[in-house]
């Protein structure tokens, strides 16, 4: 027996409002008995954070520590969840098998499906997620009892929900978040002795950007001043030269070097960070950042001697 499922024209990644549309692909060996054949579009987040270990701060871990204060907190969040049952058809179902189940025969069988991605996460709606644990796909026949799993919708309602547009696929985030949407398949075989056949494709999905608003000149900045430190006096008797070659006059050496001349004033500047307002940031381009410099205090020592 093998089992996969293979999409139509996939592309790199989905997006909101696309047709995921394929086949299952069931191969079998000898005469099987099928109660039915589901397949789901689910879409998870994944999240967990651990405290950091009081050790990491210089404590000394003789002074007692219990691995239960640094337990792993983590969240699984169902974002998306459709249910489509492929077999039995409706031909096969007009049969009313009395056995609970329907022969195939051995050979290559396919069984198409078709979904939609919504644009909003499934999971805030209380009425959709309740009746999931009302759905049933199960029966009883004398091969044993048959049905499909499905998500118990009730324990997502004592979670916090928002209504926000489906997020983009994440993974590789040191496995504390993670975002990942697949369709999965599976075959049920109504039998105490016989366990069931699943299989399940992963695929990347990214949301439809939201309409971006004209460019209108506006920026969002943030200043922040900046002295430099006082230069210490020279030493007495020794000259400096300047840039173009020209030394100094005994009187400005004296006012500098002296220690009871006049002090320059530091040098004091202004740095200020500039971003287009709204800020839109794209992959693999470069930051739109522009840093302007004003000087604050007109010092003439330092720009004499710079």
């Known amino acids: 027996m093998s089992m996969r499922i293979t999409l139509d024209n996939q592309p790199e990644f989905f997006t909101n409002l696309d047709i995921i549309s394929g086949q299952v692909v069931l191969h079998l060996n000898r005469p099987e008995q099928v109660g039915g054949i589901v397949v789901k579009l689910e879409g998870e987040s994944n999240t967990s954070l651990q405290p950091p270990s009081p050790f990491d701060n210089g404590r000394d871990p003789r002074e007692g520590y219990s691995t239960s204060n640094a337990a792993m907190n983590s969240e699984s969040h169902k974002i998306l969840y459709k249910v489509q049952q492929v077999f039995p058809d409706d031909y096969h179902s007009s049969a009313n ?30 009425h959709a997620m309740a009746s999931l644990a009302n759905q049933s796909l199960s029966g009883a026949g004398m091969f044993g009892t048959r049905g499909i799993r499905l998500m118990d919708g009730t324990k997502q309602l004592y979670l916090r929900h928002v209504t926000k547009t489906l997020p983009p696929s994440l993974s590789g985030v040191y496995n504390d978040a993670e975002v990942r949407y697949y369709i999965k398949v599976t075959v049920q075989r109504p039998s105490i002795l016989k366990e069931n056949w699943r299989f399940q494709l992963g695929f990347k999905f990214m949301p439809i950007e939201p309409p971006r608003l004209a460019a209108r000149g506006q920026e969002s900045f943030a200043r922040r001043p900046f002295s430099f430190t ?24 004296s006012e500098i070097d002296s220690p009871g001349g006049p002090s320059a004033p530091p040098q004091s500047v202004e740095l200020s960070a500039r971003l287009p307002h709204p800020l839109v940031l794209t992959c693999n381009r470069p930051v739109p950042l522009r840093l302007i410099a004003k000087k604050l205090v007109n010092n003439q020592h330092i720009e004499s001697s710079a």
Request: positive net charge.
């Open 97 to 126: 098998n009395p056995f609970g189940s329907f022969p195939l025969p051995p050979g290559q069988h396919q069984f198409p499906f078709k979904f939609k991605m919504p644009i909003n996460n499934a999971c805030s709606d209380s």
């Open 230 to 253: 006082s230069r210490p006096p020279s030493p007495q008797g020794k000259q400096k030269g300047s840039l173009f070659g020209m030394k100094k006059s005994s009187k400005e050496k």
